[in-house]
């Protein structure tokens, strides 16, 4: 006889607001995919980017859009986590590489809402049009100063510009037909994390402040983003 899950146990599953329980979750995750995988280099990225958030990153102040947030991340990170280990269970398993390239990108996915020190006007909403760029500017530094492998790159840059809504997929030039999956990986890691959230329809409205902020879309108000959304 199966044990059937309590409410608790699936309110548990979306509830990725704190940093160490989301990683908790994720090593535990990696370790039915590979328990002999190195997670030491991901552990320094994702508490790098997590004391960005804080605003404990040298040379950045904290992360402050409202809907782009930390939870946000989190979601996305454990939601590729979780697509990863769906893979090994298809029959499609993912090399140790692949599985860190799609964790990193979670991760730095958004960080192009960052702001430097002495770019602290806004919340980081008015680079809603170029963070990808800026993202992806981030990851080149970070990759350099952290001296982790420079052929990194070739990989993250497409995959991160696969998280562009503005962009369509199937033109964006990835180097293989593989680190083109991987990039699905992660644009829909970005997609269903954030739609799986069960106040997903009230972060929307956060979501318009940001746009507003920003200057982007032809939304009257936060009702008539509500109305548009599908």
């Known amino acids: 006889m199966t044990n059937t899950p309590t409410s608790a146990n699936i309110n548990s599953l979306f509830a ?11 090593i535990g995750i990696l370790g039915h995919i590979n328990p002999r ?27 402050r859009t409202l809907y782009h947030d930390k939870p946000h991340t989190l979601d996305v990170f454990l939601c590729a986590v979780r697509l990863m280990h769906g893979m090994q269970i298809s029959g ?10 799609i964790m990193i990108a979670s991760l730095l996915h958004d960080i192009g809402y960052s702001q430097r020190d002495g770019e602290e006007g806004g919340t980081g909403a008015q680079y809603t049009q170029t963070h990808v760029n800026r993202g992806i500017a981030f990851m ?3 990759i350099a100063d952290r001296q982790l492998p420079l052929s990194f790159v070739t990989s993250l840059e497409p995959m991160l510009t696969g998280t562009d809504p503005a962009l369509k997929f199937s033109e964006i030039d990835f180097p293989d037909k593989r ?4 990039g699905q990986i992660v644009a829909t890691a ?21 746009f507003k902020e920003a200057h982007f879309g ?13």
Do not use: H
């Not at 190195?38 to 958030?53: A, E, G, H, N, T």
């Not at 994390?193 to 997903?200: E, F, I, K, L, N």
């Open 16 to 26: 990725n607001s704190d940093a160490g329980t989301v990683w908790t979750r994720a």
């Open 37 to 63: 995988y190195d997670r030491s280099l991901i552990k320094m990225v994702f508490d790098d980017v997590m004391s960005l958030f804080r605003g404990e990153y040298p040379g950045y102040s904290s992360i």
């Open 92 to 101: 499609n398993s993912l090399s140790d590489e692949e599985m860190t390239l």
């Open 140 to 142: 080149k530094s970070y």
């Open 179 to 182: 680190t083109r999956l991987l």
């Open 190 to 210: 970005d997609l269903t994390g954030q739609m799986a959230d069960r106040t997903y329809l009230e972060k929307l409205l956060f979501l318009y402040l940001e």
């Open 218 to 230: 032809n939304y009257r108000n936060m009702y008539d983003l509500l109305r548009q959304t599908k």
